[in-house]
């Protein structure tokens, strides 16, 4: 009861900031820009205590459950939403960030609360791989809103069609260039990602025989992290003059590829903890990619 009420209300922060976000299209509301960096910033305090009061209660795993996994990313977004509110305070940046701090929100709730014991996997290993799948999945969405916004951008100049008021998008060329480097960023961190997953199964167990190559979570995992390798290639061997809206439809595509890994480490926890408890009664206990302890796929 007391997770639910402190998860709602760092969530109702984020909420109201996009109210405000939105309200800014039609109306003026005095002092708007701070009443939006009051709402997100009360709502990372909370939220900030929140995960303190989680890593309090199991020091020995911190941050290590699915669903502490995913209001990190959360918080991290927000981090993200609020630099940029600072940056460059003029742009509807939050009408594309905000939404998807409380999708990953959302989603914790779906998620497992069971959090890992260290000693069932090399904690530094697990703690690098949950580390490059957070930064690879903020990655993802920070390229995914930039790529929409290039495209709504792209399209009003291309019709000329009036800007709304209150509506105002950074330039074509600093949204590219957004999202290039949040694509290299995110290949970068989920090649990462996958790779310690790896070594931290091969530190544990020795080998690769009891390694569930076909899991969902591997399988997604390791399709997007050719995908983004695909793109990142792509991104540089085609001429610049004429890869503004392709990369941000591969963005948008690498969003996709994103929800289906989320979607496998939710849904698949079940299949996990089966595989888990099998080999647990053969007295060796055994893990997927997704099921690192202090991993943040896990």
């Known amino acids: 009861m007391d997770s639910g009420i402190n998860i709602v209300c760092f ?12 309200a800014r299209l039609w109306v003026k509301i005095p002092y708007n820009r701070l009443l939006e960096i009051a709402a997100v910033g009360a709502g990372l305090v909370a939220q900030t205590w929140y995960l303190g009061r989680r890593v309090a209660e199991h020091p020995a795993a911190p941050l290590s459950s699915q669903q502490d996994w995913f209001l990190l990313a959360a918080w991290v977004l927000a ?4 630099a940029a509110k600072f940056y460059y305070p003029g742009k509807s940046l939050g009408l594309f960030q905000l939404p998807g701090v409380l999708a990953l929100v959302g989603a914790s709730t779906l998620a497992s609360t069971r959090p890992l014991a260290p000693e069932e996997a090399p904690r530094v290993w697990g703690l690098a791989h949950g580390l490059f799948l957070l930064l690879g999945t903020v990655a993802v969405m920070v390229g995914f ?13 291309k019709r000329k ?9 950074p330039s074509l060329e600093w949204l590219e260039r957004a999202n ?4 290299g960023i995110a290949t970068l961190m989920m090649g990462g990602g996958l790779l310690t997953g790896v070594i931290a199964h ?16 591997v399988v997604s995992l390791t399709a997007m992290t050719v995908w983004l390798l695909a793109c ?14 392709k990369v941000a439809y591969l963005t948008v595509a ?45």
Not at 145 to 151: D, W
Not at 180 to 183: E, P, V
Not at 274 to 284: I, L, M
């Open 11 to 22: 969530s109702a922060s984020y909420a109201v900031a996009l109210v405000l976000e939105f």
């Open 254 to 298: 690498a969003f996709v590829f994103l929800m289906f890994v989320l979607a496998a480490v939710v849904w698949g926890d079940r299949f996990h903890s089966q595989s888990a408890d099998r080999s647990q009664n053969n007295g060796k206990t055994v893990y997927c990619l997704g099921e690192l302890p202090t991993g943040g796929l896990a």
């Open 202 to 217: 091969l530190a544990q167990q020795g080998s690769t025989r009891n390694f569930y190559w076909s899991d969902p979570v």
């Open 161 to 169: 069609l009036p800007s709304p008021a209150g509506f105002r998008l």
């Open 180 to 183: 290039g480097r949040s694509l």
């Open 79 to 82: 981090v993200v939403y609020l």
């Open 145 to 157: 809103f930039a790529g929409i916004m290039y495209l709504l951008h792209s399209r009003r100049l």
């Open 232 to 245: 990142e290639v792509f991104r540089m061997i085609y001429p610049a003059a004429r890869r503004g809206r």
